[in-house]
């Protein structure tokens, strides 16, 4: 499955504890990433600056799935879950 551009689900749902530029600490659950556009586009796609965490990440139909709000409730309660 592919992306579906302006989602963000994932850039806003997940703890990242990696760096991210603009986020020395990372983000926590629920906060939005500041590399995340008013669009919800990564900025820092295809950058090295990009965290492997978010290069790694796969979309798929069991996190995603079938629409933007299903993403950011589906990936919340993983979220909340693996805690």
Not at 41 to 50: A, Y
């Amino acid at each position: 499955m592919n992306c579906r551009l302006g989602c963000g689900a994932c850039c806003i749902a997940p703890s990242i504890s990696s760096v991210i530029p603009g986020m020395p600490n990372g983000k926590a659950a629920g906060e939005r990433c500041v590399q995340l556009s008013d669009d919800n586009l990564c900025l820092i796609f295809g950058s090295p600056e990009r965290p492997a965490v978010c290069c790694d990440f796969e979309a798929s139909l069991d996190v995603c799935g079938h629409s933007n709000e299903e993403a950011l409730w589906l990936i919340t309660n993983l979220e909340s879950q693996t805690s």
